[in-house]
């Protein structure tokens, strides 16, 4: 095992490779960061954030409208919904001569 390691010590680094490497590592923190900037598909927090106001919001609007279209159903005078619709006892299905 000593002699694999003195093989490795020996072997020298290409300093090429290891300033890629750290650029790299360095542009990927800058992303992870500031994701809208590098307009990756990343989402910041922010964003959620905004959406999930937003979903809220649309949530309430959708509650709201349900509500007053069961209110409006149920005081209908047709039990159908529509006041415009023909009850089916009123609909004469086979007309004849």
Do not use: C
Not at 39 to 56: D, M, P, R, V
Not at 83 to 94: G, H, K, M, R
Request: aromatic share 8%.
């Amino acid at each position: 095992m000593n002699d694999n390691w003195s093989k490795l010590q020996s072997k020298k680094i290409d300093v090429k490779k290891t300033d890629e490497l750290s650029r790299k590592f360095n542009h990927l923190k800058k992303v992870i960061s500031d994701p809208d900037k590098y307009n990756t598909n990343l989402a910041s927090k922010n964003s959620i954030i905004s959406l999930e106001q937003q979903i809220e919001e649309l949530q309430e609007q959708v509650d709201y409208l349900s509500l007053q279209l069961t209110k409006h159903i149920s005081t209908s005078p047709n039990p159908y919904g529509d006041d415009d619709y023909a009850t089916p006892e009123d609909i004469d299905l086979f007309p004849g001569p």
